[in-house]
């Protein structure tokens, strides 16, 4: 029975989801790692590791001997990405090869996250062969760290998502709890028109991992959520639900931030591979939003 679990990224949002669904739902034996400080949950058994050391990775993966890794680590700072680049290359690139070693030395299968920012933003609704064309560095590291693994001859999984959402209680806000948070202090927020995708509810993403892995899939998938809709349109649904002020949020469009990274603007994956193949079933969205509002009490 494969039941060995190595979560690297484990504080980061996907991470500590991943951690509640296989350690404490599901009872897989979970190693979980990250970079900083002590992880959330005394109860989980825990390794610190800077994966830009090959050593230690190789380390860590070789002493705990998993069946499966699941990278949720990265560097996800799209701007800084622009200032950073050899911080976020070693990152999302140069650790994906040091796991990939790792994890051939024990036939370990790997998931690896990657993102609907490989893509250029001008077609829209992306399926997993259309052609990447990143516009920006983060987008080319991932992009980069997605060809480390196929070339690598690692067991693997490439899952690209875009815009997690979800119940988070530990670290930085995701979106909708900073809208939800925002205009209940009365605070206005600028929101994009421009930028299009599907945002992807995290526990779609966890479960759609756990089918990777019990019907052994491999190869890339899409994994995103049931609308394609701008940013506006999604904050006017979050507005919707949780009966706020929408009067607080006012209209722009992209070149309006001024941010150093450019941004896919017409995006979204489609999961159409996903949902034949495996049985991927995305939450509708009104649903994400209410299981949030009950476990989060926001
Ligand atoms: N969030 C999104 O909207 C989104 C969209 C598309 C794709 N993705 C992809 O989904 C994956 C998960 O994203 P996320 O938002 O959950 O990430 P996140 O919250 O930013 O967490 C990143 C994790 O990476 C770890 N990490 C960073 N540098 C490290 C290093 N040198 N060594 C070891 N660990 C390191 C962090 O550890 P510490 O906490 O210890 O620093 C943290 O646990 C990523 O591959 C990302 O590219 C995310």
Redesign the pocket.
């Known amino acids: 029975m494969k039941n060995k679990i190595l979560i ?8 500590q989801r991943c951690y509640e669904y296989f350690a404490k739902k599901l009872g897989y034996t979970v190693l979980c ?5 002590d992880f959330y949950d005394p109860s989980a058994t825990y390794v610190r ?4 050391k090959r050593d230690e990775v190789k380390k860590v993966i070789s002493d705990f001997f998993p069946d499966f890794i699941i ?7 799209v701007d800084k990405s622009e200032s950073e680049r050899e911080t976020a290359w ?3 690139v140069k ?1 994906v090869e040091y796991m990939a070693e790792g994890a051939r030395n024990c036939d370990a299968h790997i998931i ?6 490989i893509f250029d933003g001008i077609k829209g609704q992306y399926a997993e062969g259309d052609k990447p064309n990143p516009v920006g560095y983060y987008g080319r590291t ?1 992009l980069a760290g997605e060809n480390a693994l196929k070339i690598s001859n690692a067991l693997y999984t490439i899952l ?6 979800g119940v988070i209680t530990k ?2 806000l ?1 979106f909708v709890r900073w809208v939800v948070e925002s205009l209940r202090k009365g605070e206005r927020i600028r929101i994009v028109t421009d930028q299009i995708n599907n945002p ?1 509810y995290l526990d779609d993403l966890v479960r759609a991992i756990s089918q990777v892995i019990e019907f052994r899939k491999f190869g890339i998938y899409n994994i995103g959520g049931r609308e394609f809709l701008s940013r506006y349109d999604f904050t006017m649904r979050i507005v919707d639900f949780f009966k706020l002020d929408g009067s607080l949020v006012d209209k722009i469009v992209t070149p309006d931030l001024k941010q150093p990274a450019k941004r896919p603007l017409n995006s979204g994956l489609v999961t159409l591979k996903a949902e034949t193949e495996f049985g991927y079933s995305p939450t509708q969205m009104e649903e994400t939003f209410r299981i949030m509002q009950e476990e989060l009490g926001i």
């Open positions: 690297f990224g484990a504080t980061g949002m996907l991470g790692s990250s970079v900083e400080g590791c800077d994966i830009t990278n949720a680590a990265a560097f996800t700072n070693n990152i999302n650790a690896h996250l990657s993102s609907d920012y991932k690209r998502t875009n815009v997690l959402y670290g930085r995701d992807t």
